[in-house]
């Protein structure tokens, strides 16, 4: 949605909210898909970089071939959202998807990139890649126009071939997981399940819904519901499948009954499987998360060894962050144990209004799972999760959202020892984050704590977030005493992050590394010898139009003392001395925080590689405007109050700041700023425009506005919602599209949009008076 500021009359929040939100005001012949400039249109025309993933043995990456921006004609394919989910019906799996089109091996130690030998259909994409325990083999998905299949490849050979050309049905997450070396678990369409329901002529009579509890509620907003009893056919239609083994020489074993199978995994030795099951009644109020759910273990035959929990349809859930499902929740297997099955359960009812001294407790039940469950470790907070290390030792963490702290402990799942206090800490103190538990794959393909030969210690590694911006980092811990060593740290001219520990002492490191001027590339370091880092991958500038952009992290406070910070970039050429003062274009996204210190840290890097992508508004900078990007926007709770009570003020003050700061730089024309955003930053821009004169115009995408007090167009109503305040206002609906733009049409118009608003609002010179 495009606005320009009136001089005399403010514009009200008229704005457009997601694409198929409202109806768009027709005011005569459409034109089309519009382009953008040439420059623009060549790097949306460029072919993406590829996809890497080190291969378990850590000698090799694997490469995924990206393909380009998808078509509108791939996008506006036939789709169903329903229950909170949006399908395919030509392949029952997910829509909107753009996977890889090829996959090749590269040498670790370096040298060119050896495609797999592989047939695949002409057209067919690539997704959902898995190891086998081994690492040796891998499985993955190819979709074509109607179909997804199961493929199976071997680094050893590099080769691919299909295992059965039985249809697997993805529509409700990942179709296949390993259970052992030499078979897969895979849900597929049932070979009886018959033609699409059709959507009655006549509709069966009026739908309703009901709050009896007498409860003020309050209740989340949820996308994709159900909306009839034609969307709950098509749903059931659609998610249900038949569950079976599949061995690599393609024997396909049903096991058990067809049903909505929302979720499958085997243990890690493959002889069980943990499957969730879904069942009516269905709602129209929440998503499939909250159907009736069946948790239980089967045995490899179909044969139920324990059901975890049967939970009926859950309408009110409770609300924030802290609140959690009654009854066993997040059910995961042991990673470093054969057949343990492992959850939580809150001690509260699940109500964090509720006084209780502990609120979660996190429990073990192995196989053959007949025995009574045994807890793990209590947590006075919501527990998170835990990372498994050993018979004797794991990591656990637990937090609270509200009071945003979380606490990490060292715990011993054995019972021996009582839980350790490893550090608490502010959730929003990225300065003082101690990074997270680096992972490895055991024996049995599982991802377990990585530990130092001597069992003693661990890895961390994080953002490494300072004053100067981020320096990412590698760190050793002992878990004893806590203490760190300090392994790895990113330094300038580079920003450069650990990827892949190389070895067990984590004295060998991938890293990827990427500079102001350097495009993102994969190196390896030998922490130990000290000699200068090899470069793996060589991947050239995807957009050399943009070399000579440059940048600036600038530092400012606003009014109330609260420290602020952006990224500046100015277009290619620019010279102060010649060009003076430019137009310029804001884009921001506002945040919640809980403390002003938090919300005065500096994120990100000055030596990031910058390049834009899709419906970026860093494309303005080759139209020769100034991008002020990512001014800081902190909305914080003051003074006991919730952080939205003084939304407006602190928006205000924030934006002042950042005009302030570009305009006494002396590069911005104070006459001549745009503004814009996209989601909550679209609902930014009409509050800016709605109280203040800062800018000349606005650009907002895919926001969400509160219309309830300018009803234009209710019953009596002749204006439409656009006209009713006076504004000049163009509002752009993309058919097909959703909250994202992902058609290559699509995100051509959008910037074709944006470009031709600013020529129009923002970049001329003011008239004067």
Not at 23 to 30: D, E, W, Y
Not at 309 to 324: F, H, K, M, N, Y
Not at 377 to 394: H, K, S
């Amino acid at each position: 949605m495009f606005v320009r500021r009136r001089s005399t009359v403010r514009t009200a929040a008229i704005l457009a909210g997601l694409a198929l939100a409202l109806t768009p005001l027709v005011t005569g012949a459409q034109d089309g898909y519009r382009q953008p400039p040439t420059a623009v249109a060549q790097i949306l025309d460029a072919p993406a970089l590829p996809t890497v993933m080190v291969t378990p043995d850590r000698k090799h990456l694997m490469l995924l071939e990206r393909p380009g921006l998808p078509s509108i004609a791939e996008i506006a394919a036939p789709e169903y959202r329903v229950a909170g989910i949006r399908l395919d019906p030509r392949t029952s799996g997910p829509s909107r998807q753009n996977p890889a089109r090829g996959l090749s091996l590269m040498p670790m130690e370096g040298g060119a990139a050896m495609p797999f030998a592989m047939s695949l259909p002409t057209g067919a994409g690539i997704g959902n890649l898995t190891w086998a325990p081994s690492g040796a083999r891998f499985a993955f998905v190819v979709s074509t126009e109607d179909a997804l299949t199961l493929w199976v490849g071997d680094t050893r050979t590099r080769s691919a071939r299909q295992v059965t050309s039985r249809r697997l049905n993805a529509v409700l997450g990942a179709p296949c997981d390993w259970a052992g070396d030499e078979a897969l678990v895979c849900t597929f369409i049932p070979p009886n399940r018959g033609a699409e329901p059709k959507a009655p002529s006549v509709p069966s009579g009026p739908i309703a819904q009901e709050a009896l509890t007498g409860r003020e509620d309050r209740a989340a907003t949820y996308q994709d519901l159900l909306k009839s009893p034609h969307d709950e056919a098509i749903f059931s239609h659609y998610a249900t499948s038949q569950l079976a083994r599949v061995a690599l020489d393609g024997t396909v074993a049903p096991i058990g009954a067809a049903g909505i199978i929302s979720e499958v995994s085997a243990s890690p030795d493959g002889r069980w499987l943990l499957v969730t099951t879904l069942a009516r009644p269905f709602s129209y109020s929440v998503p499939l998360t909250y159907f009736p759910t069946t948790i239980a273990i089967w045995s490899l035959d179909g044969t139920v060894a324990r059901t975890l929990a049967t939970r009926p349809l859950i309408e009110r859930v409770s609300w924030g962050g802290d609140g959690a499902q009654v009854g066993p929740r997040s059910p995961s297997w042991r990673s470093d144990a054969p057949a343990t099955l492992v959850w939580i359960e809150a001690l509260d009812g699940g109500n964090p209004a509720t006084t209780a001294a502990k609120r979660d407790r996190i429990l073990v039940v192995s196989a053959p799972f007949t025995a009574a469950p045994t807890t793990v470790v209590e947590t006075e907070w919501r527990a998170r999760g835990i990372t498994w290390g050993r018979g004797d030792l794991a990591i656990a963490t637990e937090g609270t959202s509200r009071g945003r702290k979380n606490r990490t402990w060292v715990i011993d799942p054995s019972g021996r020892t009582a839980p350790r206090l490893l550090w608490e800490r502010s959730s929003e103190d990225r300065y003082n984050d101690p990074g997270a538990f680096v992972t490895a794959r055991d024996a049995r393909g599982r991802q377990v704590l990585q530990l130092t030969p001597d069992g003693k210690s661990a890895f961390l590694r994080g953002t490494g977030a300072s004053p100067e911006g981020d320096r990412p980092f590698l760190d050793k811990v002992d878990l004893a005493t806590g203490r760190t060593e300090r392994l790895f740290r990113s330094t300038a001219p580079y920003y450069e992050t650990v990827a892949e520990l190389l070895d067990e002492k984590g004295e060998r490191l991938l890293t990827r590394r990427e500079s102001v001027t350097e495009p993102p590339n994969y190196w390896q370091r030998d922490l130990v010898r000290r000699i200068a880092p090899r470069q793996v991958t060589a991947v050239a500038d995807p957009a050399p139009a943009f070399a000579g952009v440059t940048r600036q992290v600038v530092q400012y406070k606003r009014a109330d003392g609260v420290a602020l910070q952006a990224t500046v970039f100015l277009p290619p050429g620019y010279d102060q001395a010649r060009d003076g003062a430019i137009p310029f274009l804001l884009w921001a996204y506002p945040r919640e925080f809980g403390s002003a210190d938090a919300a005065s840290q500096v994120q990100g890097s000055p030596y990031r590689f910058t390049r834009p992508g899709g419906s970026s508004h860093l494309f303005a900078l080759l139209q020769g405007y100034g991008v002020m990007d990512d001014p800081t926007m902190p909305i914080i709770a003051l003074d006991g109050k919730e952080s939205n009570d003084t939304y407006v003020e602190q928006l205000v003050t924030s934006a002042e700041a950042a005009v302030n700061q570009i305009v006494g730089m002396g590069i911005a024309d104070r006459d001549r700023i745009g503004v814009g955003g996209h989601s909550y930053g679209a609902f930014m821009t009409a509050n800016l425009l709605a109280h203040t004169k800062l800018f000349r115009a606005g650009i907002a995408r895919s926001g969400a506005y509160n219309r309830t007090l300018t009803p234009f167009g209710f019953q009596g109503e002749e204006r439409s919602y656009l006209k009713g305040n006076g504004a000049t206002v163009r509002y752009v609906q993309l058919p097909g599209e959703s909250h994202g733009y992902a058609a290559r049409e699509s995100i051509g118009h959008t910037l074709h949009e944006m470009l031709t608003w600013l020529d129009q609002w923002v970049k001329p010179a003011k008239p004067k008076m």
